[in-house]
């Protein structure tokens, strides 16, 4: 069983900056590809951002690339979002899951375990 745990949400305003963590535990976590989502209220989930394991290969939906950074720290299991330059549409449920796969894939599917989220609201 694979739990993973965000934390780091709140409210900013807008052109402030939030540093999202996730703390992964399981047998699973060590080799897997991690990702983070948002969803925003009436609207679908949506990818942010991904990471690979062995090489740091990351990838972004063109809505925050030059604004969010991901990284992780493997020896602590945790997964980071820096989230600069914040917008109102930012606003949104935050969530990172574990890739079934060290390749970090765009699409929901390719994820089988998620945490429980984080709240991230941009106020103008």
């Known amino acids: 069983q694979v739990q993973l745990v965000e934390s780091g949400g709140g409210l900013v305003q807008a052109g402030g900056s939030l540093r999202l963590s996730c703390a992964a535990s399981?047998?699973?976590?060590?080799?897997?590809?991690m990702g983070w989502f948002r969803q925003a209220p009436g609207k679908e989930r949506d990818f942010v951002a991904a990471?690979?394991?062995?090489?740091?290969?990351?990838t972004y939906t063109e809505f925050v690339k030059g604004r969010f950074t991901i990284s992780r720290d493997n020896a602590k299991n945790t997964v980071y979002l820096q989230m600069n330059s914040l917008k109102p549409e930012d606003t949104a449920i935050y969530y990172c899951?574990?890739?079934?796969?060290?390749?970090?894939?765009?699409?929901?599917?390719?994820?089988?375990?998620w945490g429980q989220g984080t709240q991230v609201t941009v106020s103008s």
């Open positions: 899951a574990t890739n079934k796969s060290p390749i970090p894939g765009r699409l929901s599917d390719e994820y089988d375990y």
């Open positions: 399981g047998r699973t976590f060590s080799t897997n590809a």
């Open positions: 990471i690979s394991y062995t090489y740091g290969i990351t």
